[in-house]
């Protein structure tokens, strides 16, 4: 089978190609093309693959190349994350709103609306160039903001494009070991949109041990413990996604982002750079150990403004995050496709059509939610409708995703203001517009939009 990879210079490509390595299911993923627009990243990460794949008599067989349709055409799988705009995109998406004294993040806040705006008309055509290339492929998007662009792709391919993000899984298997358990005899109920969701039963051999956890002392060593403070997660009674730190904690993020001397993605930046120069300067057996200094920097520094450490220096714990290689983003990833290839019926938190899944959001809205995935498609479970609480947030939050939709495929100022405005970490009608402004004054790809 055929595996395209876009962002196939991406840092997290390896850990797609371990986990593949490690398969030894039938049928597999024998053929990987990485696409990229950039040569030079497509030429280190094939030398960091080649590294890998050495003693592996049969590992899948690795195509770079910079042509999207000889990318796409025939493939059976398509794995989505790109960066539009690149890591100078991100850092404008950050200091325009800190700017304002708004939350400067990629994917939660403005930053990720603007992040949205100009990636969508670009995974538009890519939905396109898919139907027409590889009609039978599943797309499993990782693109940022990943709901909001499974959404607007939905709108070409229908159910086959999957957004996947580790996080509530992670989450999930955090809770479970934090108390001894083992999270493969584990079912997570959890609701919410991408980035913007709780966990709230965790039921372990019939049992909810959630309550369990949330009255234990070892509470506080779970990272979102750290994030949240164990108080505020015993008045909530669940288990938020770590990215409501930046809807629950707003005042102190921005403070924090803006008292440090670099943001996340002006230290991704600078380390990328240094990475692809130096792993195109070297040889030998240095790509692979460049790669897993490089990450384990990346990982330490994650959400650095929600744990009192400052972006860009060393941390003294960097337990938080488990090795995605495993567990993570690749094993979310391949178990979709053995799922889908093999018929291996699988339960996992995807990002799906809703449905009739949250009585409160729109049918055909993408939502973050437990499924059962196999050859027949992606069904999602029957939930406890959300709180008052949950469910006003998310229709706020959709409610601008789906203006930001608009805009990006009408190029409608109206809808994007709108959406600025009416997001619920951006205090102001007057801030809102001035958002919007400002990211099509410094980033082309979204004056673009609107050309």
């Avoid at 997660?233 to 001397?261: C, H, K, Q, T």
């Avoid at 930001?404 to 100022?413: E, H, K, L, M, V």
Wanted: glycine residues 10%.
């Amino acid at each position: 089978m055929k595996l395209t990879i876009l962002g196939g210079g991406g840092f997290r490509v390896p850990y797609v190609y371990q986990a593949l390595l490690r398969d030894e299911g039938s049928p597999r993923i024998d053929d990987v093309w990485l696409y990229d627009t950039d040569p030079a990243r497509l030429k280190a990460m094939a030398a960091v693959l080649a590294q890998f794949a050495e003693g592996h008599a049969d590992a899948p067989r690795v195509t770079v190349s910079t042509s999207l349709d000889a990318a796409l055409e025939g493939s059976d799988f398509v794995f989505a994350a790109i960066r539009v705009g690149g890591l100078a995109g991100r850092t404008c998406d950050e200091r325009v709103a800190l700017d304002l004294d708004v939350l400067g993040q990629e994917t939660t806040g403005p930053g990720g609306l603007a992040y949205g705006l100009r990636t969508i008309p670009v995974m538009l055509d890519i939905a396109h160039r898919v139907r027409r290339l590889a009609p039978h492929a599943y797309v499993i998007n990782f693109t940022n903001p990943a709901g909001m662009i499974t959404e607007a792709m939905q709108s070409v391919l229908g159910d086959r494009v999957l957004g996947i993000c580790d996080t509530p899984s992670g989450l999930g298997r955090r809770i479970a070991t934090t108390l001894g358990l083992d999270p493969a005899r584990a079912q997570f109920d959890y609701v919410g949109l991408n980035h913007l969701g709780w966990m709230r039963r965790v039921l372990h051999d019939g049992e909810d041990v959630l309550p369990r956890l949330l009255a234990d002392e070892r509470l506080a060593d779970l990272e979102e413990g750290v994030v949240f403070g164990r108080e505020w997660l015993r008045d909530l009674g669940v288990i938020p996604n770590e990215y409501l730190y930046y809807y629950y904690f707003n005042r102190e993020a921005v403070r924090s982002i803006l008292d440090a001397p670099q943001t996340r993605g002006e230290f991704l930046a600078r380390q990328q750079q240094e990475f692809y120069q130096r792993v195109t300067e070297t040889a030998g057996g240095s790509a692979v150990s460049l790669w897993r200094k490089t990450i384990a920097d990346r990982s330490a520094n994650y959400m650095a403004e929600a744990k009192g450490a400052v972006q860009g220096e060393a941390q003294a714990d960097e337990s938080f995050r488990p090795d995605p290689a495993h567990q993570g983003y690749a094993g979310v990833a391949l178990a979709v496709m053995a799922a889908i290839s093999r018929n291996e019926r699988a339960t996992m938190i995807l990002n799906v059509r809703n449905g009739t899944t949250v009585s409160a959001l729109p049918h055909d809205a993408v939502v973050e939610v437990p499924v059962t995935i196999d050859a027949g498609g992606v069904r999602p479970l029957t939930i406890t409708q959300p709180d008052l609480h949950q469910s006003g947030l998310m229709q706020q939050v959709k409610a601008v995703e789906r203006l930001t939709i608009s805009a990006a495929t009408t190029g409608s100022r109206t809808d994007a203001a709108k959406a600025f405005s009416l997001h619920p970490l951006v205090d102001s009608v007057t801030v809102g517009r001035k958002l919007l402004d400002g990211y099509i004054d410094r980033i082309p790809e979204v004056a673009a939009v609107f050309a």
